[in-house]
């Protein structure tokens, strides 16, 4: 069973930066497009940004396109969310996952890791 582990979360200030790293076990890490999500208190979770197996395409949810930049190494099992330019809207609980497809995607993993908190004050 693959185990995702979020870390990197924490307090910023309005404009800050914050970068979010996923931890995947097992061997068929690369074998997936991967997601980023987040659940702000109230709210569905969405999806954020994908990329796919190789880490050659990309993909923004509007609402952090420009800011966001979504990465992976699949030497490490890793997958990683700058995030620049923070807003208090991003303010969320931000977690990764395989997903079908990197373009706007829904999550293939029927469970979910502890996510990481991402709070920005304004």
């Known amino acids: 069973q693959v185990q995702l582990v979020e870390s990197g979360g924490g307090l910023v200030q309005a404009g800050g930066s914050l970068r979010l790293s996923c931890a995947a076990s097992?061997?068929?890490?690369?074998?997936?497009?991967m997601g980023w999500f987040r659940q702000a208190p109230g709210k569905e979770r969405e999806f954020v940004a994908g990329i796919s197996k190789s880490g050659g395409s990309t993909y923004y949810a509007d609402s952090v396109k420009g800011r966001f930049t979504i990465s992976r190494d699949n030497a490490k099992n890793t997958v990683y969310l700058q995030m620049n330019s923070l807003k208090p809207e991003d303010t969320a609980v931000y977690y990764c996952n395989a997903v079908n497809r990197h373009i706007n995607g829904t999550s293939l993993l029927p469970y979910w890791g502890q996510g990481t908190q991402v709070t920005v004050s304004s």
């Open positions: 097992g061997r068929t890490f690369s074998s997936y497009p």
